[in-house]
């Protein structure tokens, strides 16, 4: 029977493999990957790679399939966490080993006395929305357009030969570990949100399709969606929940008095 634990990276060989998953995983090319010198070094400056290793008895040596790369942040007087990447092995994707890895996550920042972590993603993703706003509890509250340059590399438009890129939009998670809402999440218990949303921004259901279908299409609804969450944030709106729709997904975005009640620390 195979057993997963979870634990530090520490050895050249552990981080040769989280190479190796960053390639198989996300399709990245060598520049893009962080390298195994980056995560030693990474280690070395206060971060940590958790790993999670598969054995069974037909293996001679543990494997790594998953792993979850978190940096020391700085802001003013502040120290948090910076979720920088995190990847499972297709083989264990949809068996809740995402989650394990996040959850261990927490509880190492917690051993080191943060009480934040934050990272960002695409905000056209609705899985990835659904995962960290309704299982983890993190909020949002800022936007950054074209995060990392030119995303999405997409085919050429029919009657011009051009290949539009599709800027690399991302949403900032903060996940205030020590909250309410979120030591109740880690029990598995519900932590809905009673208020009603003051607001919703749908998003695209079959995004991934559109980019590749209709890049022009796909560019109109980013920058829509862009302008929405920008003037959202502007008025003090923050995102705290997301419906799930085969037809219309949508973020779900409340009054910032009533995210702040969410927040408090449990005494």
């Keep these: 029977m195979e057993d997963i634990q979870i634990?530090?990276?520490?050895?050249?060989?552990?981080?040769?493999?989280?190479?190796?998953?960053?390639?198989?995983?996300f399709g990245?090319?060598?520049l893009e990957v962080s390298p195994q010198r980056h995560l030693i070094v990474s280690r070395q400056a206060g971060g940590w790679t958790l790993g999670a290793f598969a054995s069974d008895s037909n293996q001679a040596a543990e494997r790594l399939v998953g792993f979850v790369h978190h940096l020391a942040g700085v802001r003013g007087d502040e120290i948090f966490g910076y979720s920088h990447m995190m990847a499972v092995d297709r083989e264990y994707q949809n068996q809740g080993l995402g989650a394990r890895l996040k959850w261990s996550q927490r509880e190492r920042s917690l051993q080191d006395g943060r009480?934040?972590?934050r990272w960002t993603w695409d905000p056209m993703q609705a899985r990835n929305a659904h995962f960290n706003l309704n299982r983890l509890g993190v909020t949002v509250s800022s936007y950054?357009?074209?995060?990392?340059g030119t995303d999405y590399v997409t085919g050429p438009v029919a009657g011009t030969g051009e290949t539009p890129g599709i800027d690399s939009d991302r949403i900032f998670a903060d996940w205030r570990i020590t909250s309410t809402r979120v030591q109740t999440l880690s029990r598995r218990e519900a932590a809905a949100i009673r208020e009603a949303?003051?607001?919703?921004?749908?998003?695209?259901?079959e995004w991934s399709r559109l980019v590749v279908s209709d890049p022009?299409?796909?560019?109109?609804?980013?920058?829509?969606?862009?302008g929405e969450f920008q003037s959202a944030f502007q008025s003090g709106l923050v995102v705290a929940g997301?419906?799930?729709?085969?037809?219309?997904?949508?973020?779900?975005?409340?009054?910032?008095?009533?995210?702040d009640s969410?927040?408090?620390?449990?005494?």
């Design 28 to 30: 990245l090319q060598d």
């Design 115 to 117: 009480s934040r972590i």
């Design 197 to 205: 949303p003051a607001l919703a921004i749908v998003i695209p259901a």
């Design 216 to 226: 022009s299409a796909a560019k109109l609804e980013q920058l829509r969606v862009r």
């Design 144 to 148: 950054a357009e074209n995060f990392y």
């Design 7 to 25: 634990r530090e990276c520490v050895t050249l060989r552990e981080f040769d493999q989280c190479v190796r998953l960053q390639r198989e995983v």
């Design 262 to 267: 969410l927040q408090s620390r449990e005494s």
């Design 242 to 259: 997301f419906e799930r729709s085969s037809e219309a997904p949508r973020y779900l975005l409340y009054e910032s008095g009533i995210i």
